[in-house]
């Protein structure tokens, strides 16, 4: 399941080893979103980023994907 505003660590494809975050953007309507890649966990070294036009799109383009998300833990202790 896709986790929006939550730090993912992604293994398979050209991405294994980076990091992924999605943010919903305030469109109105649909919400779009930005999906930001990364080589470490606070988002600092080797940044790149997708676009998806809605909900939709995301699903596809993280089914389309070669990857395995594992979903971390806020670094706050929050689920």
């Known amino acids: ?3 929006i505003g939550k730090v993912g660590a992604i293994s398979g ?6 990091f992924v975050n999605i943010n919903e ?3 109105d309507p649909p919400p779009s979103y930005l999906i ?6 606070d988002f600092t070294r080797g940044c ?6 809605n ?3 995301l699903g596809e ?3 389309e994907a070669p ?8 670094e706050n202790g929050d689920e």
């Open 13 to 18: 494809g050209e991405e294994d080893g980076r």
């Open 55 to 57: 909900s939709d799109d």
């Open 67 to 74: 990857w395995a998300i594992t979903w971390l833990p806020s």
């Open 1 to 3: 399941m896709i986790q």
């Open 25 to 27: 953007l305030p469109d």
């Open 36 to 41: 930001l890649l990364a080589h470490d966990r």
């Open 61 to 63: 383009f993280i089914n």
């Open 48 to 53: 790149g980023d997708y676009w998806a036009e």
